[in-house]
């Protein structure tokens, strides 16, 4: 059973504890934050990427295969139990509706569909040609980005069911080791870095930034990836 939250959550993953729902209130000084590492079910401390299936479900890429977070518990995928699987070394992640695509250390992709995993890639394993993105673009094919050998599209008819990425602000340009970025249902920015964690500016209007890894609660200063829960709502 999926269990949703009643507010706005932005979910970071940060080095090496795992994940933490920074819930949005109303001012920026005023955060909920709680953090998931592997004493509550994480399958490994490195989380590289996290997605979201249309279902609700979280999804999150560890260096011990992936796994899906309902709210309350995390259920675990690895080669040991699922040897389709590409690999456990998962470093990125993306969905379309309810279909899960997961890059690896080595350069492959695959997807998990309807319970079955598979392999899309078709080009021998290049060690250490690190997927470190993955992207449905607007006409339904698979953005594939590797460390080494750049860009690859894998034709296919899946529909983009996440929003799209936002164009980078000049202010973004500056920051160090820049690992995500989004904006909210209230127009904020927030940017993720893994050399200085968690960024958080007002909105177009007001495009200051904030340093918030110091913030009280979170466990590190460096960030991997931010997702923003759609599952969730603003309570009435």
């Known amino acids: 059973m999926l269990h949703k939250a009643s507010?706005?959550?932005?979910?970071?993953?940060?080095?090496?504890?795992?994940?933490?729902?920074v819930a949005i209130a109303s001012t920026t000084d005023d955060f909920s934050i709680t953090t998931w590492s592997t004493d509550d079910g994480l399958p490994q401390s490195t989380v590289n990427a996290i997605t979201q299936t249309t279902d609700g479900y979280i999804w999150v890429a560890t260096l011990a295969g992936i796994a899906r977070f309902d709210g309350v518990r995390?259920?675990?995928?690895?080669?040991?139990?699922y040897p389709d699987l590409i690999s456990n070394r998962a470093t990125a992640l993306t969905a379309s509706g309810d279909i899960v695509f997961i890059g690896d250390f080595n350069g492959m992709v695959g997807k998990l569909?309807?319970?079955?995993?598979?392999?899309?890639?078709?080009?021998?394993?290049?060690?250490?040609?690190?997927?470190?993105?993955?992207?449905?673009?607007?006409?339904?094919?698979l953005a594939v980005r590797r460390i080494r050998s750049g860009v690859e599209i894998i034709e296919g008819f899946w529909p983009q069911t996440l929003p799209d990425r936002p164009p980078p602000t000049p202010a973004m340009l500056d920051i160090p080791a820049l690992s995500g970025y989004l904006i909210d249902g209230e127009g904020r920015h927030?940017?993720?870095?893994?050399?200085?964690?968690?960024?958080?500016?007002?909105?177009?209007?007001?495009?200051?930034?904030?340093?918030?890894?110091?913030?009280?609660?979170?466990?590190?200063?460096?960030?991997?990836?931010?997702?923003l829960d759609h599952a969730v709502t603003d309570p009435a």
């Open 7 to 21: 507010i706005l959550i932005v979910v970071i993953t940060i080095y090496v504890s795992a994940i933490t729902p």
């Open 74 to 81: 995390f259920q675990h995928f690895n080669k040991l139990f």
């Open 113 to 141: 569909e309807d319970g079955e995993f598979a392999t899309l890639s078709d080009r021998p394993i290049d060690y250490g040609d690190i997927v470190i993105s993955l992207r449905i673009t607007a006409d339904g094919n």
């Open 190 to 227: 927030w940017i993720s870095s893994m050399a200085q964690g968690l960024y958080l500016a007002g909105s177009d209007d007001q495009p200051d930034l904030d340093n918030l890894a110091r913030l009280s609660g979170l466990p590190s200063t460096g960030a991997f990836a931010m997702h």
